[in-house]
Structures are given as structure tokens and as C-alpha cells.
């Protein structure tokens, strides 16, 4: 059965950091592309950060500078990095992987930067 299973978030301040984890478990990180998407209440799912399986990286542009999106195959572990924090980034944060044709998530985070 695969499984991802995050962990990190919470209420930071503008400028300061986070870093949210992604753990697979049944399946191999290494072997895949891993999302991140956010989710504003009201607005439509957006990708954050995608890292390929060959390590290429993407970034919406709003993000792009501030936010690093990494895999650790050791830890089978994908990680995304939130540098310099905004109002407009707070939102719950979900690691997603496509396996088997099948959509898989994480349970979600909710990040909010507020001062």
C-alpha cells in the first residue's frame, strides 16, 4: 500500500522559514517526479514545485527564489523548502505522486504566514 506522509508547517511570521516532509512508504521517491501543490480556500489547487525523477526542478513563478523543492533517496524522503515566508503563500501544502495511473497525497499541512 502505498503511502505519503508529511509532516512540518505551521504559523511563522513574514521572512522566516519552513520546511515541509514528504515520506514514502511501498513505493520508491526515487524512481518518480514528486509535486507539491497548495490549496487557498476558494481558489483552485496550485503546483508549487515539481522535482523530476531525473532532479530537474520547476517552480511557479511566485515561489521561484524562495522555495527549494529536494528528494532525499536514503530517507526515500521529498522535502520543500519555504524561504523569505508571505501572507500569500498560507495554505495547506500537499505532496502528490502519480503511481500506477493512480493520483497519491499526502495528508495535507496547513502553512500560515501572518504577523
Known amino acids: 500500500q502505498v503511502q505519503l506522509v508529511q509532516s512540518g508547517g505551521g504559523l511563522v511570521q513574514p521572512g522566516e522559514s519552513l520546511r515541509l516532509s514528504c515520506a514514502a512508504f511501498?513505493?520508491?521517491?526515487?524512481?518518480?517526479?514528486v509535486d507539491w501543490y497548495r490549496k487557498i480556500p476558494g481558489k483552485r489547487r496550485e503546483l508549487v514545485a515539481k522535482?523530476?525523477?531525473?532532479?530537474?526542478?520547476t517552480y511557479v513563478d511566485s515561489v521561484k527564489g524562495r522555495f527549494t523543492i529536494s528528494r532525499e533517496n536514503d530517507r526515500n524522503t521529498a522535502f520543500l523548502q519555504m524561504d523569505d515566508l508571505k501572507p500569500q503563500d498560507t495554505a495547506n501544502y500537499s505532496c502528490?505522486?502519480?503511481?500506477?495511473?493512480?493520483?497519491?497525497w499526502g495528508q495535507g499541512t496547513q502553512v500560515t504566514v501572518s504577523s
Open positions: 502528490h505522486i502519480i503511481y500506477n495511473w493512480k493520483d497519491w
Open positions: 511501498g513505493i520508491t521517491l526515487s524512481d518518480r517526479a
Open positions: 522535482i523530476a525523477s531525473g532532479g530537474k526542478t
